[in-house]
């Protein structure tokens, strides 16, 4: 048992508890914000990704539209070449806006992810907007969302990662939901014209699959520039770029313009839902780690089925639902219950 000569110590002794007692509150109370913070800000980020994938959606519905107005005078590059422009001035306005200056290439980062990223944007996107000409939105985009299995999977055979037994469950449940969903594309009436052939559909089939491997590439780039501070504007102004070059180089080559004053502003005003997915997406990576945006991801495919319903009257089936249900539960899972890491 403590003794104390003199009133003064004990004093002192019981004000270091207190100052002990007040230390530790303190510092549970700071822990206690750091993690109400961050549980906030993930909340954040994941309600922009939300909002991302509702602008990705309308952009793909919308590009149906425009195939579906002008069915005889779309063509995918020029397409592209026109949005491009309205991503160009976008990113421009938003850099003066924010007061970021577009990087030069010289300075930006991780050249190698960022060419991916600019280069892997444009064929992918092309491989999308033809897929879209011969297959429904809610197919083309069901088979697009397996893409993080893609990922699973280039990361064993590049990478040499470690396989585990669960990609094959996720190979045999992913392929079932597809094929369920693609079967009933032999019952759907996918442009103004008439059924698409079977020629057709193994067309859009091939360019989903192209596209598995571009936008799979564009998800990793893209949070390589987010970590590396590049900003979005200058992602986008490069993107807008090599757009314009590669599309340029398409038409002198091949032709085939078209320049209905409807058609050309359809095209301009498309570019407006890439733009503020991107530039959602890019702030939510910002506020959120990736596995868990990547579930927000998912909603996409109940956008689709909702706004192909409504605006384009494309006919959705049990089985649509059942297939999606498959691919949605194996993906929720992985990233639920998610593989150890070295």
């Known amino acids: 048992m403590l003794k104390f000569n003199e009133k003064n110590d004990k004093e002192k002794f019981l004000e270091e508890i207190d100052n002990n007692k007040n230390r530790k509150l ?24 939300a909002i991302s994938v509702f602008f990705g959606a309308c952009g793909a519905i919308y590009t149906k539209i425009i195939q579906k107005s002008y069915p005889d005078d779309f063509k995918t590059v020029q397409f592209l070449f026109l949005r491009s422009f309205t991503i160009f001035f976008f990113a421009i306005f938003h850099s003066y806006i924010r007061k970021e200056k577009i990087m030069k290439l010289i300075d930006i980062p991780e050249k190698i992810w960022f060419f991916l990223r600019t280069n892997a944007n444009f064929f992918g996107v ?15 985009i069901i088979i697009q969302n397996i893409h993080p299995l893609i990922v699973l999977l280039m990361s064993f055979f590049i990478l040499k990662e470690k396989f585990y037994p669960r990609y094959i469950y996720g190979i045999f449940f992913c392929f079932l939901g597809v094929l369920i969903t693609v079967l009933n594309e032999a019952k759907a009436k996918v442009n103004n014209k008439s059924e698409v052939t079977n020629t057709g559909r193994s067309i859009g089939l091939f360019c989903c699959c192209i596209d598995l491997f571009f936008i ?24 807008s770029i090599c757009t314009m070059i590669y599309s340029s180089i398409y038409t002198l080559i091949f032709g085939g313009l078209c320049f209905k004053v409807g058609f050309l502003l359809m095209c301009l005003l498309h570019g407006i839902f890439f733009y503020l997915s991107n530039v959602t997406m890019n702030i939510s990576l910002q506020y959120c780690p990736l596995s868990k ?50």
Not at 30 to 44: D, M, P, R, V, W
Not at 216 to 238: D, E, G, H, L
């Open 26 to 49: 303190s510092e549970v109370s700071h822990s206690s914000t750091n993690y109400l913070a961050k549980i906030n800000n993930e909340k954040y980020g994941m309600i922009l990704a």
């Open 126 to 140: 092309a491989c999308m907007t033809m897929a879209l000409w011969y297959l429904r939105a809610s197919t083309t």
């Open 216 to 239: 799979s590439s564009v998800r990793v780039a893209n949070k390589v520039m987010v970590n590396k501070k590049v900003p979005i504007s200058t992602q986008m102004f490069y993107v």
């Open 293 to 342: 945006i990547i579930l927000i991801q998912y909603l996409n495919i109940v956008y689709i089925f909702l706004l192909s319903f409504i605006f384009l009257r494309e006919k959705i089936f049990f089985t649509d639902l059942l297939g999606a249900l498959f691919i949605i539960g194996f993906m929720s899972y992985n990233s639920y219950y998610p593989l150890p890491t070295k």
